[in-house]
């Protein structure tokens, strides 16, 4: 018997082929991901338009912050001026009611600030 001749197989379908059997990705398959990240992207940004407050709302929320962080700072050294001999923390902790951790950065800052100095260990006393 005679062999039947075989008909030769093209480049583009051994690509095709490739392609199908290792899961690559085409063009179309690509376009079809970039128009859906466009879509999602377009809807994420009106979603945010929607919540995202005015700059001066912004603003105004950053200057109360300012003004929290000014009144502990203040708070802390008002305690400190009416100490004669100054104050720990823990003394500091009972006058204001605010945690260790926050009177520790209060004393921090307002020795940046040259507003308080140490007079011992863990005794902070103000400027006058």
């Known amino acids: 018997m005679a062999a039947k001749p075989r008909k030769s197989v093209s480049f ?20 079809r991901i970039a128009s ?6 377009s809807l994420i940004q ?9 700059p001066a709302a912004e603003r105004k929320n950053a ?13 802390v ?3 400190l001026q009416g100490a004669s001999r100054g ?11 605010f945690d260790a951790k926050k009177i520790r950065n209060c004393f921090y800052r307002l020795g940046k600030q040259s507003r308080i100095k140490r007079a011992g260990r863990g005794t902070y006393v103000a400027i006058q």
């Open 77 to 79: 050294l008002a305690a």
């Open 12 to 31: 583009n379908a051994m690509v095709k082929f490739f392609m199908q059997q290792y899961d690559i990705p085409t063009k179309r398959d690509i376009d």
């Open 46 to 54: 009106n979603a945010g338009m929607a919540r995202r407050k005015g």
């Open 36 to 41: 859906r990240l466009d879509r999602l992207e």
């Open 87 to 97: 104050m720990t923390v823990k003394a500091m902790e009972e006058a204001t009611g």
């Open 63 to 75: 200057a109360a912050r300012a003004e929290d962080a000014a009144t502990a700072l203040n708070t």
